[in-house]
């Protein structure tokens, strides 16, 4: 009765997981560069390791269900064109290499920069563009112009080119923001003028969103009848 109680927590617990995860996902909808998650969970029998295990009919009656770990869908979401010269997509893979103050690396592919004072191309949230060198750029000039391979051109000469870069074990940081380990340079393509829109389907996220629910609160039920049980077991018990 009890493992029962606790075949049905491990589910709520689960969807419990997924809703957050998928009501992230809808919240960033319109966040340029954004990349949605989703989630991996394991079944385990509650008699794994045992060789001689009781025969069921329904086998998943008997296990549990845990948490693994969520994955990055790193899908392309559409190309919207702005016509604004520091507004930057990356057509196939890659990321943007990017530097806060204090040094730390990262990676987006909301490629809404801008300049600040000194003429370094910025994130809107203040970190700096990396090069293919891994250095700051800084932009001194009128006319600027990007080609698809990074390129940057100011005033027609060869300034830096801006880092597309690869990157393996890739982790959420927030919003557009991602950590990772450098792979080396990708094959994507720098497209001026552009930005990359989030690559969530809120139809597909609102189905999961209800699905979830749904689940959730089946479990919800059967802890409380495997609840209930118990409390009748206890009191006939008592009578006898």
């Known amino acids: 009765m009890y493992k029962g109680i606790y075949v049905a927590m491990t589910g709520a617990v689960l969807r419990s997981r997924e809703l957050d995860i998928v009501s992230n996902n809808i919240a960033n909808v319109n ?31 008997r296990a549990m269900t845990t948490f693994t770990g969520y994955k ?24 943007f290499a990017i530097e806060n103050e204090k040094g730390q ?3 987006t592919r909301n490629g809404g920069f801008t300049l600040n004072k000194d003429g370094f191309l910025m994130t809107m949230s203040g970190s700096y563009v990396l090069d293919s060198n891994n250095q700051r750029i800084n ?24 880092k597309v870069a ?8 927030s919003d557009s923001l991602f950590s990772g380990e450098d792979a080396g340079i990708a094959t994507g393509e720098v497209m001026q003028g552009s930005l990359e829109m989030s690559n969530v389907n ?10 979830a629910l749904k689940q959730y609160e089946s479990a919800q039920k ?12 206890s009191t006939d018990i008592g009578r006898v």
């Open 31 to 61: 966040t340029t560069g954004f990349k949605r998650s989703s989630f991996a969970s394991r079944l385990y029998p509650l008699l794994e390791g045992i060789q001689e295990r009781q025969q069921v009919i329904y086998d998943k009656a």
């Open 166 to 173: 690869k990157i393996n074990n890739i982790e959420h940081v």
């Open 139 to 162: 932009i001194q000039g009128t006319e600027v112009s990007i080609s698809p391979e990074g390129n940057l051109y100011v005033d027609n000469n060869l300034a830096a080119q801006i």
């Open 202 to 211: 809120p139809i597909r996220e609102m189905i999961g969103i209800i699905t």
């Open 105 to 107: 690396r990262f990676f």
């Open 72 to 95: 990055i869908d790193t899908m392309q979401g559409s190309i919207k064109n702005t016509g604004n010269t520091f507004d930057l997509a990356i057509s196939g893979e890659g990321f």
């Open 222 to 233: 059967m802890i409380q009848s495997f609840d209930d049980l118990a409390k009748r077991a």
